[in-house]
């Protein structure tokens, strides 16, 4: 089993920054995928950001420019810069990685809230 442990997240006013930090632990082979997702009350969840495991990046079209993503191998992290935030980028923030070399499998952290408001 894999968990997620996500930090980072608040409130900040509109055109601040928030650094969001995702650690992966317990028993991993190989992570493949990480990204991260999130979901706004009453939209469905979406892709904000993924990095392969070669370090190729793609973002939604909403925050490119904007947020920038990482990871650092050696630590099983992942992070994501957010810089230049809106209202509209409030919400709950998903780490997720795809993880395994045979049996692959996708795993979730808690979440962590993020509200943009002056």
């Known amino acids: 089993q894999v968990q997620l442990v996500e930090s980072g997240g608040g409130l900040v006013q509109p055109g601040g920054s928030l650094r969001l930090s995702c650690a992966a632990s317990?028993?991993?082979?190989?992570?493949?995928?990480m990204n991260w997702y999130r979901q706004a009350p009453g939209k469905q969840r979406e892709l904000v950001a993924g990095?392969?495991?070669?370090?190729?990046?793609n973002y939604g079209d909403s925050v490119k420019g904007r947020f920038t993503i990482s990871r650092d191998n050696a630590k099983n992290a992942v992070y994501l810069q957010m810089n230049s935030l809106r209202p509209e980028d409030t919400a709950v923030y998903y780490c997720?990685?795809?993880?395994?070399?045979?049996?692959?499998?996708?795993?979730w952290g808690q979440g962590t809230q993020v509200t943009v408001s002056s």
């Open positions: 997720n990685i795809v993880e395994g070399i045979i049996n692959v499998r996708q795993y």
């Open positions: 317990g028993t991993i082979f190989r992570i493949n995928a």
């Open positions: 990095i392969d495991s070669g370090g190729s990046t």
